[in-house]
């Protein structure tokens, strides 16, 4: 039901729902009468599986007495997160990746800016070698899934040497 990263936790607006239903002792299949809609739905709007539009917003307003407002808030709210607990997911991966890269010696270089904080060496890499995401330097081929350790100098030698020729 809930999404989370070890820094986010994304809570769908149906974890509210589903409180409200407890405390009304309704069952799903009374309430998703109440709504007009399939209790299928209303799994899936619990679980946050389906956006909460706003017309269900308008629905719930009727059925539970909280006003349409808060529903999209809360909808918002956690599409937000949701979006925060996939980057910061994807970002513990691009740690892995970032820690392959003799970080140090590229900061001695001054080739990234000097930083121990893994999240700021991931963003410093992406501007040296101008991505959006380390993973997509393999589909580049400036790294292949073969490299090894040592090799991530020299990949890193031939982006500074790439770079300063576009100055």
Known sequence: MYS???KTIAVPPGATIKEQLKNRHMLQKEFA???DMSEKHISHLINGKVELTPEVSQRLELV???PAKI????ESRYRERLVKVNQELEDEKEITLAR???????SMEGW???TDDFDDQVQNLRRFFEVANLKVLYPLGILDSNEKVEDFFVVAKNQ???LKAKK
Do not use: C, Q, T
């Open 4 to 6: 989370h990263s070890k």
């Open 112 to 114: 990234v800016s000097k």
């Open 33 to 35: 009468i109440r709504m």
């Open 100 to 106: 392959k890269f003799p970080y140090r010696k590229m």
């Open 64 to 66: 539970l007495g909280i």
């Open 160 to 162: 500074a040497e790439e």
């Open 71 to 74: 529903w999209n808030d809360l």
